[in-house]
């Protein structure tokens, strides 16, 4: 193997790269397993929209794995499309975005940002305000080549705690919707467990084989026990049983180092600040006959 010093050197894309436009020194930069998040600031004029929606990523940490994930001119999926920030941050790096989002007043949102922001017209074929469970109907088999998103975490907005105080106090929603088919207002954690992992096991079919999917959750807490959504959502993605089942190739944590700290516990017992999330990095790695 090579030195890593004689790599990073290499001027050019390598011309075998089939999965990005990054050259050795940028690509081996992102296969750290941390990076920090990257927030746009509460004053800047892009987080007038994000900060509407209880729980949006910032388009720049999305921006970084698009551009691992995928080279100018891919197809790009979130099936979670909330304000709109995966399509953003395709506008951004030349890529095609799509969304699917169950919310009318997040579609409305998403047009509004993309327009204001972006000037970018956004049309139905590439925002579609539908139940994700019925994706499959819209795009043809090995579609995409990256699927990026942020799924509810089953319905910890119904928490009543401090965050949850603060965004009231600031005239923002604490819920994503009260319609029915919204996963974050499914009562049950193994019924919201299948439900979202349905969904994930539909998106194998209109990813195109060898491609990427990058789920961002964090875990939480339910009452006084900690629940490991990401363990728990990654056994249900990745079992062998299961003929369409992705491998599991990584798992990146996203620190918050920015967030409020809170005295939960004190001076009692341990109670977590969950300040990361994780980024579970699956593949489609060949059809299964
Ligand atoms: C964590 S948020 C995604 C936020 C997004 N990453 C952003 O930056 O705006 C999850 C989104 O999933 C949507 N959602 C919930 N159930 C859904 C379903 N069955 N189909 C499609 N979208 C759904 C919610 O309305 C919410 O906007």
């Not at 004053?43 to 080279?71: C, G, Q, V, W």
């Amino acid at each position: 193997m090579p030195e890593i010093q004689e790599i990073i050197e290499e001027p050019k894309i390598d011309k075998r790269n089939q999965l990005n436009d990054l050259t050795a020194k940028e690509w081996i930069q992102e296969t750290k397993s941390f990076f920090f998040q990257k927030g746009l600031g509460a004053k800047s004029p892009e987080a007038k929209y994000e900060k509407m929606h209880p729980a949006p990523f910032s388009f720049t940490d999305i921006t970084k794995l698009i551009r691992f994930f995928t080279k100018e001119g891919g197809k790009v999926l979130d099936p979670f499309l909330g304000v709109g920030s995966t399509v953003k941050a395709c506008l951004e790096t030349n890529r095609e975005g799509f969304g699917v989002e169950l919310s009318p007043k997040w579609c409305e949102v998403t047009r509004q940002r993309l327009s204001e922001e972006s000037n970018y017209e956004i049309d139905d074929k590439h925002l579609i305000c539908e139940d994700s469970r019925n994706l499959k109907k819209y795009f043809n088999k090995d579609f995409f080549d990256f699927i990026v998103t942020s799924p509810p975490y089953w319905n910890i907005l119904e928490k009543k705690d401090h965050k949850a105080n603060e965004r009231v106090l600031n005239g923002h929603v604490t819920k994503y919707s009260e319609n029915d088919f919204d996963l974050g207002n499914i009562e049950d954690y193994n019924q919201f467990l299948d439900e979202l992992s349905a969904i994930f096991l539909n998106c194998y079919d209109i990813l195109k084989p060898g491609k990427y999917m990058n789920i961002i959750v964090s875990d939480f807490r339910h009452k006084s026990e900690f629940v490991a959504f990401h363990a728990d959502l990654i056994s249900k993605l990745t079992n062998k049983e299961v003929k369409k089942h992705f491998v599991l190739k990584g798992i990146k944590a996203l620190m918050q180092n920015a967030k409020k700290l809170y005295p939960y516990g004190y001076p009692f017992c341990y109670v977590e600040n969950i300040h990361h999330q994780y980024i579970l990095i699956l593949q489609k790695v060949n059809e299964r006959s």
